[in-house]
């Protein structure tokens, strides 16, 4: 059901209502269980079952007037649990985001900046695309670059934004970089061609962004030959391998963690190195209750030398979200000036309750996140944070 609808393309909230998933939508039955389950469920005026109850009674305006709706991260919570199977997260949400956006006075702040480098750079930080790959120089293997190799790859690596730019995402591209070279992998990525995917502009309710970046990455892909993609990015991922198809993407797409627990058994002779750490690891939003991807990172996390695997209280599907999804990485301001908490420091005190010396996650979203709220928290002395790549790299060392 979803996936007729993502398939179709990106669509007006008025076109969802006049197709026959929009009448699934009008099947809800109120029961509540999707204001229960979300994270800011306790801040939020119009959770999905209010929104569903004002379309039905013709009051959507009530909802399309107010910034409420930014309150949302998209975290799939809703999603995974309404027992009518209803699109929530990744149809209802957006299209009513939109004209949220196009009705506000003003878009905040930061979540327009975002936009507008994304958009003039093809990347939310507004770094220069000619640096995309400057973070190449610290891998300390080769990695081509798609232009320079001349010839089809087995591999086409999207290392995504934050992989690319941030400091400590950088060092998620730099391990993910050495467990490709330490596996063999025939791969190459784009560098200054590679912009945004556009997942989170999208989830957050701007459209026409996803649009354009949607069809400025196609005309690149269009270039190259290439048998496979994977992604350091689940926002990436679920892009490429959900709404790229509805643009002719045909190729088959996977995350760097699947990609690695596929060939745990081959890098285990390279594992050498004792970790000695208790290890908990953060389902994300995306890759797991999104994507279904639970068993794939713990079965790389068990496999790595002198690890002890514990687990949160909230796992699985029961994870809570980081508070980055669907613009929410460009709204802590507007979330601080409303009082509301941090997700990533609830999350990060579930982590300290376990004992584990590392928070393990496989997001470039997540590092910078939850670094913040383990300092803020006090917790610097005992957990560090660190992408799954870097475990495996840092075990092979
Ligand atoms: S969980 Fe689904 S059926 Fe229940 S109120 Fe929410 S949208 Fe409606
Ligand atoms: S996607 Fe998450 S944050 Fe958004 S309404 Fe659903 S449960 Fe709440």
Redesign the pocket.
């Known amino acids: 059901m979803t996936q007729a609808v993502l398939d179709s393309g990106v669509m007006t909230l008025d076109d969802l209502l006049e197709r026959p998933e929009g009448e699934r939508l009008m099947s809800c039955i109120q029961c509540g269980i999707?204001?229960a389950?979300?994270?800011?469920?306790d801040v939020?005026e119009h959770?999905?079952r209010t929104l569903i109850a004002k379309l039905r009674a013709g009051l959507l305006d009530e909802v399309l007037t107010g910034d409420d709706?930014l309150?949302?991260?998209?975290?799939?919570?809703?999603?995974a649990?309404c027992p009518r199977g209803i699109a929530?997260?990744d149809v209802l949400?957006p299209l009513v985001k939109e004209q949220v956006l196009l009705n506000l006075p003003e878009v905040p702040a930061e979540l327009q900046a975002a936009f507008e480098a994304t958009l003039r750079y093809g990347n939310p930080m507004g770094e220069s695309p000619r640096k995309r790959a400057a973070w190449v120089e610290e891998a300390g293997v080769e990695v081509p670059l798609m232009k320079d190799v001349g010839r089809p790859v087995d591999v086409l690596w999207i290392v995504e934004c934050y992989a690319s730019y941030y400091p400590r995402g950088r060092e998620n591209a730099v391990a993910t970089a050495r467990l490709l070279d330490a596996l063999g992998v025939d791969f190459a990525i784009l560098g200054p061609e590679e912009r945004c995917l556009g997942e989170c502009v999208r989830l957050a309710g701007e459209t026409g962004l996803f649009d354009t970046m949607r069809e400025q990455n196609m005309a690149t892909f269009d270039k190259y030959e290439f048998g496979k993609v994977i992604t350091s990015d689940p926002h990436a991922f679920d892009a490429m391998a959900h709404l790229y198809p509805a643009a002719g993407f045909r190729t088959p797409v996977e995350h760097v963690t699947p990609f690695i627990s596929r060939h745990i058994e081959d890098l285990l002779p390279r594992l050498t190195r004792e970790l000695n750490a208790t290890i908990t690891y953060h389902d994300t939003?995306v890759l797991g209750r999104r994507g279904g991807l639970f068993d794939e990172p713990r079965s790389i996390l068990t496999a790595l030398p002198g690890v002890e695997l514990v687990e949160m209280t909230h796992n699985g599907v029961n994870t809570i979200?980081c508070g980055g999804?669907?613009g929410g990485m460009w709204l802590d301001a507007f979330y601080k000036a409303r009082g509301h908490d941090r997700l990533s420091d609830r999350r990060v005190e579930e982590a300290a309750a376990t004992g584990a010396d590392i928070l393990a996650v496989s997001c470039p979203f997540e590092v910078p996140r939850f670094e913040d709220s383990v300092k803020v928290l006090g917790y610097d002395d005992r957990i560090e944070v660190r992408d799954i790549t870097e475990l495996v790299a840092r075990a092979m060392e």
């Not at 389950?37 to 469920?41: E, I, S, W």
């Not at 309150?71 to 999603?79: G, I, K, L, R, S």
């Open positions: 999707c204001a389950t979300c994270p800011y469920g939020m959770t999905p709706l309150n949302c991260v998209t975290c799939y919570a809703c999603w649990k929530l997260t949400l939003c979200c999804g669907g």
